[in-house]
């Protein structure tokens, strides 16, 4: 099989190329099976990449597939952002977009199948009473009193279930395995339940459905799925998926192989809390720029090349462990490193008065837009006696260390001239509200004609010649590495939002559109809000320039 070299290599490849070499499977088919319950995050990313990669790698196809069949959680916007996600991520199912619901008449026909078989049966144990009946790991279960039932009672009942006769809760379709099986799931798991709920695509035609474990097998099968590939938390499932195939389906089957889920720190990946979050208001919606969610990492700034990038990264394992965010973050830096144009914005304004500039002059100085793509160019940006200046660049007694402005202290404006602070202007309570300063005319581009250096470059905007924007500053939505453990508003930052009102940038973006990213120089890189407006500018900070993950990787 012709496969890139430069792939890694993993246990699920190793598994698949066995197989065609062998010629157990001539093509493969893999699929990609979100319940439509909640919008995607980080974690299912890694799947998304795994099951469209190697349907590319080995010139197999993958399907996506909605395991629609609880209609009480599901909606069409879950539907239509996850295919959103999936192209988002660079990924396409061509013709094979699939629903369980299509398959509803045929699992009812295998569902019959069993019960003629004598293999499953219509039980009327409470939902209560099934748990209380299964036992424990350490204790085996008992029968259900509805457990042997003759053939043609259970087909008389299931068809009255069907009919919508009972009430929710009231009975149940289980398979009739084995009650003191040492793993739990094959004590007769249920396989359907009574729900009056309309369905998104088949309305009022069902008051049934089908559980996620009978539906799974069967469809990857209808489907021709040849390895269906799922997280490790479906490894005691898998008896259950084999046996299911084994009653009614004829071979060849799917082979489920499980992998490791993708854990990350600061992070909760379990869709019922992100729901939570959501609709107890910590979070502005799905798409809010501190959620996992790929609706939220792109609104935040992320790009597609940099989640796959980490997907790649982490790889594919047996054994589940956490993932440290910074090097999703590493991942990102790279790649908007290399795409991202620079620009300034001050976010704390600070105004710097050149007194010996003349007044009302503007000149424009020449700027890179990026320094690792000469196809990016230059732009102009304007100068004048009136700048803003970071209020952090400045200190009025700096410590050692401290070589940024300071009174007395020359520094060099980027693109721009050498700038000495000659006076400091208080307000009433001592504050500082505007620098006064002097600029050497000689020095434009930003090195001195007589050698002498600084030890300090800071960015700026020109004070009338800027525009006004809100930046949101965003960090970990929790403030504790395994927010898991505990309670999950307790854990949370609450620091996770800052919004600056009164930042200022380059005049330059007053035609910057929502989704653009921009390194802002020495702060770190912003992406313009879906909230932005040429009236209104609004920019999100995606990640800071530090590199932690780096730093620990040199050390």
Not at 305 to 326: H, P
Not at 536 to 549: E, Y
Request: aromatic share 10%; proline share 6%.
């Amino acid at each position: 099989m012709d496969v890139n070299a430069n792939i890694p290599s993993n246990f699920i490849r190793n598994i698949i190329e066995q197989d065609l070499s062998t010629g157990k499977h001539k093509k493969i088919v893999t699929r990609f099976p979100p319940e439509p319950n909640g919008y995607l995050h980080i974690g299912h990313a890694k799947s998304i990449c795994l099951n469209f990669g190697l349907a590319r790698d080995y010139q197999g196809t993958c399907h996506l597939r909605f395991d629609d069949t609880n209609p009480e959680k599901e909606e069409v916007e879950y539907i239509e952002s996850i295919q959103e996600d999936v192209r988002w991520l660079g990924f396409d199912w061509g013709e094979h977009l699939y629903f369980a619901s299509d398959y509803f008449d045929q699992l009812y026909h295998y569902a019959v199948e069993l019960i003629k078989q004598g293999k499953a049966y219509v039980c009327e144990l409470s939902g209560d009473e099934i748990r209380e009946y299964r036992g424990t790991l350490t204790q085996p279960g008992k029968d259900s009193p509805y457990r042997n039932r003759s053939v043609e009672e259970n087909l008389e009942l299931f068809e009255r279930m069907r009919n919508g006769e009972f009430e929710e809760g009231s009975h149940v379709l289980r398979a009739k395995i084995d009650m003191a099986s040492p793993n739990v799931v094959m004590r007769d798991p249920v396989l359907y339940r009574i729900k009056k709920v309309p369905h998104h695509r088949t309305g009022d035609k069902w008051c049934i459905y089908p559980m996620y474990d009978f539906t799974h097998c069967l469809s990857d099968a209808i489907e021709g799925i040849t390895h269906s590939i799922c997280t490790l938390e479906f490894e005691n499932n898998r008896p259950l998926y084999e046996w299911i195939l084994e009653q009614v389906f004829p071979e060849p089957h799917p082979q489920q192989i499980e992998f490791a889920r993708l854990n990350l720190s600061y992070t909760v990946m379990s869709k019922r809390k992100l729901l939570q979050l959501v609709e107890q208001g910590v979070v502005s919606g799905w798409d809010d720029p501190r959620m996992p969610t790929l609706a939220g990492l792109r609104r935040r700034g992320f790009t597609p090349a940099a989640i796959r990038d980490f997907c790649e990264r982490i790889g594919v394992a047996k054994a589940n462990s956490i993932v440290d965010y910074a090097l999703l973050e590493h991942c990102l830096r790279e790649d908007l490193n290399m795409t991202a144009k620079r620009t300034m914005a001050v976010l704390r304004p600070l105004k710097v008065v050149i007194e010996n500039y003349p007044e009302g002059q503007v000149e424009y100085v020449e700027a890179v837009n990026n320094p690792n793509d000469p196809d990016a160019g230059t732009r102009l940006v304007p100068f004048a006696r009136e700048i803003f200046i970071e209020r952090d660049d400045f200190m009025v007694d700096p410590p050692k260390k401290f070589f940024r402005l300071a009174p007395g202290r020359e520094v060099r404006l980027r693109f721009a001239y050498f700038i000495k602070c000659t006076d400091v202007i208080y307000d009433d309570e001592g504050n500082v509200v505007e620098l006064r300063a002097v600029y050497d005319p000689e020095t434009k581009g930003g090195s001195a004609p007589d050698g002498r250096k600084v030890k300090a470059t800071l960015h700026w905007v020109a004070a009338e010649h800027s525009l006004p924007a809100e930046v949101r500053l965003y960090d970990h939505l929790f403030a504790k590495e395994d927010p898991n453990e505990g309670d999950l508003l307790e854990n949370l930052n609450p620091a996770s939002l800052e919004i600056l009102t009164d930042a200022r940038v380059e005049v330059n973006m007053q035609d910057v559109q929502p989704g653009e990213k921009f390194q802002f120089e020495r702060l770190g890189y912003f992406c313009v809000d879906l909230d932005s407006t040429p009236e209104r500018l609004v920019f999100n900070r995606t990640v800071p320039l530090r590199d932690t993950w780096a730093k620990l990787q040199r050390k």
